[in-house]
């Protein structure tokens, strides 16, 4: 059980370096000439996405490797 808790907190690591990865090719698209007011909207949306993401990366990386 030891060894499936570890694995599931390095999958943990991945999921969120996964997470990051994306949120930084998205909050690098956002184009800020057109209107900065929903440039920074959709920032906001991206960083609530990312910060649910983040926190639900543990129980998804346990269930896939059944270390409850």
């Avoid at 698209?29 to 959709?42: C, E, F, I, Q």
């Amino acid at each position: 059980n030891y060894f499936k808790g570890l694995c599931a907190l390095a999958f943990q690591g991945f999921f969120m370096m996964v997470c990051v990865a994306i949120y930084a090719v998205l909050v690098a698209g956002v184009a800020v000439s057109d209107n900065l007011h929903t440039a920074l909207w959709s920032v906001a949306a991206y960083t609530v996405i990312l910060c649910f993401s983040l926190f639900k990366t543990g129980s998804l990386s346990k269930s896939i490797w059944n270390a409850h």
